[in-house]
């Protein structure tokens, strides 16, 4: 009788025993679980008081995250990529007033060089133009001559260039230098005078 009594207390107390094990684990992960939370929540916190206040002013859970190791390195490497940035944006800055200043001087020779363009056009023009006169008025001169004085005159030029005089002068005083030329060299002047005239078009 007492060994049948027994035997029910014992798996009682083993059906009792069960529970409280998987209640301690249980508790166990839970406070693991908010310690974690903690350390996460101190370790973000001071990042961003360690950020807000400074190094002098931080509190000192501040100061302990930021003298963390993965927290330094961390705050060195964004220090330094910001300091990398600060130095390529001095260089671009330093290159476009490099670039500003070369366009502007680009620009300065340009006007320089459109401006002695210019004026040497000017200068050609007057020269053309001096040239024309200078032409015109030999020209005038030759048709006065008598054509025995200027036919020795003609002889003495090329042929090319005796042309062009000619083509100037009046029909008739052409024709009378002509007559009194050499008839090889006045060949020769006729010659180029209608190969002048080859290519222009009829009227």
Request: aromatic share 4%.
């Amino acid at each position: 009788m007492k060994t049948t009594a027994k035997k029910p207390a014992t798996a009682l107390k083993q059906k009792a025993k069960r529970p409280r094990r998987g209640l301690g684990r249980l508790s166990l992960a839970i406070i693991v679980a908010l310690f974690a939370s903690s350390a996460a929540i101190r370790f973000g916190n001071g990042i961003g008081l360690a950020f807000a206040f400074g190094s002098d002013k931080a509190p000192s859970n501040a100061l302990a995250c930021a003298n963390d190791p993965g927290t330094a390195a961390l705050l060195s490497a964004l220090q330094d990529r910001e300091k990398k940035i600060t130095e390529r944006e001095g260089i671009l800055a330093d290159r476009t007033q490099a670039l500003n200043l070369a366009d502007k001087r680009i620009q300065e020779r340009l006007a320089a060089l459109v401006a002695a363009e210019d004026e040497l056009s000017r200068t050609v023009a007057i020269a053309d133009r001096a040239a024309t006169d200078d032409v015109t008025r030999l020209v005038t001169v030759y048709e006065n001559m008598k054509p025995k004085q200027a036919a020795p005159l003609f002889a003495a030029m090329s042929p090319e260039f005796a042309a062009g005089f000619l083509a100037r002068m009046r029909p008739d005083a052409a024709a009378a230098v002509l007559a009194n030329l050499d008839p090889t060299t006045a060949y020769s002047i006729s010659a180029i005078m209608a190969g002048r005239n080859a290519g222009a078009p009829e009227k």
